[in-house]
């Protein structure tokens, strides 16, 4: 297999960094390294601290590395929908060859000319997604390579940030010593493979639960809609759990996955477990149950919040119902919970492969896929392979120069940083 069909992911997430080595066979992927880490230094998708989230990316790095015995060069990371803005927008380009057939070439200029826009200066764009590309009229065409025309357009939505945000994740990967293959929204490339093509076609929901805070995602005809953030997620009931049963976090995150169950009225009230006390040497007995009502409480503000949301956002029917995600979802009882609430039809969705087999994987997988989707349809964009795999010595040779690169960026002098910052915001 060719280098360019590995792909490395990142995926930084308030609650855990998640690096996936992937091996790309056309629909086939094939995971064969992992490393999942809680993170520090990031809090609801926004990083408030450089160093602590450099050193959780390297963990997690040096994790799928001594897994694999690969040295990691490249990844593609994924943007959360933090501000996240969606603008319709359309480019027009003349077909340049003497024969009028339509190549790679305008293709790339009906993207760009699409851009040619007034973006805000604190925004930076980050995807262009291609609704259909129209061909001297003649429209809903998915790839206009190879047809004969004149003048050729495409209807397409750009995807804008916070160039804050951006620039700050985008330093945090430098700075632990890794280029940058491409970036993506992150909730645009799990949903593009967490939903099957009804439901991307239909109308649905696809609701990714993280640790600090909740991505709601609209897919219809084809395409994202609409994406909103609610300032909520699972470390929330593992906070409740720690309070309520006043024990350390650490505890309740583990209370939360071993015993929790999200629907009070199917959960068990006859095995107890120990649970021990913050400041005290005795351990309290509860059951699943008892914890259920913490859950669940916490969980059905969750969903109503999120009714709320769809709401505001103009949303009537689902008539994809909704897909749910993220590491809390495969809690017990999440589903009836759900189901109760959102009134609707919903469904988890956890990726089909050996060693990523949970839920919390979804946005970590979706970014391969979705990567290598766009290579496939646009071409490779790198010219450097995303890991390298040889002899011991070769991968301590590799590890170096990793560690030499980020003592380069480390060693970067005050006023140059500042420089490069404000040279960003004014470009």
Known sequence: ??????????????SSIKVLIGEVDGETLHVIGVGNVQSSGIRRGTIIDIDATVESIQKAVDQAERMTGMAIHEVVVGIPANGVTLQDVKGVVAVNSENREITDDDLDRVMQS??????????????????????????????????????????????TTSKTLVHNILRCVERAGLTIREI?????????????????????????????????????????????????????VTKDLSI???????????????????????????????????????????????????????LE?????????????????????????????????????????????????????????EPMYTTAVGLIRYAHMQEEFFGSISDEPAVSTSDDHSFAQAKAQKQTNREHVEKESFMSKARKVFNNFFE
């Open 114 to 159: 699409a851009q040619v826009m007034s973006v805000p200066p604190e925004r930076e764009i980050v995807n262009i997604i291609p609704k259909q590309f129209i061909v001297d009229d003649y429209g809903e065409i998915t790839d206009p390579r190879g047809m004969i025309g004149v003048r050729l357009e495409m209807d397409g939505t750009l995807i």
């Open 301 to 357: 503000e969750l969903f109503d919040l999120v009714l709320e949301e769809l709401f505001k956002m103009g949303i009537k029917d689902l008539p994809g119902g909704v897909v749910l995600t993220g590491g809390i979802t495969k809690i017990e009882g999440m589903l009836p919970l759900a189901r109760h609430v959102l009134k609707s039809r919903v469904r988890i969705h956890t990726p089909e492969y050996i060693g990523v087999r």
């Open 244 to 298: 309520v049963l006043k024990t350390p976090t650490e505890q309740a995150r583990k209370i939360k996955h071993k015993f929790g169950h999200a629907f009070y009225d199917d959960a068990s009230d006859d095995d107890l477990f120990e649970v021990p006390v913050i400041g005290a040497d005795s351990k309290e007995q509860y059951s699943q149950r008892y914890i259920s009502e913490i859950i669940g409480v916490r």
């Open 1 to 14: 297999m060719s280098q360019s069909e590995l792909y490395v992911s990142l995926d930084i997430g308030s």
């Open 184 to 236: 993506y929204l992150q909730p645009l490339a799990a949903g593009t493979f967490a939903l099957t093509d009804d439901e991307m076609n239909h109308g649905t929901a696809f609701i990714d639960i993280g640790g600090g805070s909740t991505t709601i995602a609209i897919f219809g005809d084809d395409r994202l809609m609409a994406t909103s953030v609610l300032p909520i997620g699972g470390d929330h």
